[in-house]
């Protein structure tokens, strides 16, 4: 897939919004109904490259991830682009626009996605009155935490063959655990190969080389802009994968 220009980002497409119960969501899953009244929740479709959110205009909404991919980045003046962490539904691990704390990094859509829109006061006040809706943020805070630590290892020490095996493991580890009951076969990781090269600071080239051996060794095969991934376990053998860094998300 490929994401939209900047020029295509100021002219969204943004469908009619459907009516949305705040509950289904997975940060405020379980929540009391009273509770959630005043949200007023509305749900929005969004074009892929779309920005879900631009530190420079934080706006008065949170826009919160019910389906596909998003990423948050930082665009360079050269026009580079950092990923520094990737999101879908029912992760935890920022699947939200921020709330109320500061925040230096654009979220985006990888893919077309629905979000659901809520006012931030209203959501920034729930959460500070509502236990489970703070143990959950914590949680999303600890995970990202975790998360960033082991990608600076990835980055920093692992040669690139297991570096991107590294990177594939950790989300189709993180996806069993959000969606545990949306998938079977194959593995698909909605993600370009210049979204992985984004993501651990290499070139697409670099990256087309290595991705062309795995897919030689039927470790995974791409399809239409998505990597496949053939055999999660000798992903996993390759780059000595340990998913104890991700054990808060359970």
Request: hydrophobic share 40%; net charge positive; glycine share 6%.
């Amino acid at each position: 897939m490929t994401l939209s220009t900047d020029s295509e980002l100021r002219h969204d497409i943004r469908r009619p919004s459907d009516p949305v119960q705040a509950d289904a969501c997975d940060l405020l899953a379980g929540v009391a109904p009273e509770h959630l009244v005043d949200l007023t929740p509305r749900l929005e479709s969004r074009n892929a490259g779309t920005e879900l959110f631009n530190p420079r205009e934080p706006g008065d909404s949170v826009q919160i991830l019910m389906e596909g991919w998003a990423c948050r980045d930082r665009t360079f003046g050269d026009g580079d682009r950092q990923i520094t962490a990737f999101m879908f539904p029912g992760d935890l691990a920022s699947c939200w626009t921020p709330i109320e704390s500061p925040f230096d990094h654009r979220v985006r859509t990888l893919t077309s996605c629905r979000v659901m829109v809520v006012s931030r006061e209203r959501l920034a006040d729930l959460a500070r009155r509502n236990s489970v809706i703070a143990t959950r943020r914590r949680r999303a805070m600890r995970t990202d935490v975790s998360i960033l630590n082991d990608w600076l290892v990835n980055v920093g020490r692992r040669k690139a063959p297991e570096r991107i095996a590294h990177l594939l493991c950790e989300l189709n580890h993180r996806l069993e655990i959000a969606r545990p009951h949306v998938y079977c076969g194959d593995r698909v990781i909605p993600l370009t190969q210049q979204d992985i090269a984004d993501a651990l600071g290499m070139t697409s080239v670099h990256v087309n080389r290595v991705v062309q051996k795995l897919r030689a060794n039927q470790l995974l095969e791409i399809r239409k802009g998505s990597m496949i991934l053939r055999d999660p376990h000798g992903l996993a053998r390759l780059c000595a994968f340990d998913s104890a860094y991700l054990g808060v998300l359970s």
